[in-house]
């Protein structure tokens, strides 16, 4: 093996440390962009969790407002059939007044012609 001058070995020696320098920084960047992924993937992490949580939340309301829903329905059937009820004893009680309202005009004629021929004989 022959001898180095050392100019040479001083150049060898100023490549290779840039080289490790060159690979330092290259690492340090490296370094630096992971940790701003990893960062960044804990802050998904995190907000992932908080949608599914803020998803869990508005589930349970939205089924308790469906159960409310269908509670008003069924409340709304039953006040509907009340009123169709109350709307048919209301027709036949009309129409009862109205049929005795026919039967006294009909008395109050026949009393008319009763009174009428009275008076005449």
Known sequence: MKKE????????????????????????????????????????????????????????QKEELTQQIQVVQMELQNAQKKIKAATEETERARMRVDE?????????AELEIIRGKKSRA
């Open 100 to 108: 005795e309202r026919e039967r006294a005009n009909r008395l109050q």
């Open 5 to 60: 001058r050392p100019c040479e070995l001083n150049q060898k020696l100023k490549r290779l440390r840039t080289s490790r320098d060159a690979l330092k920084q290259n690492n340090h960047k490296k370094n630096l962009l992971n940790k701003a992924l990893r960062d960044r993937n804990v802050e998904i992490t995190d907000s992932r969790d908080q949608w599914k949580t803020r998803s869990q939340e508005l589930n349970c």
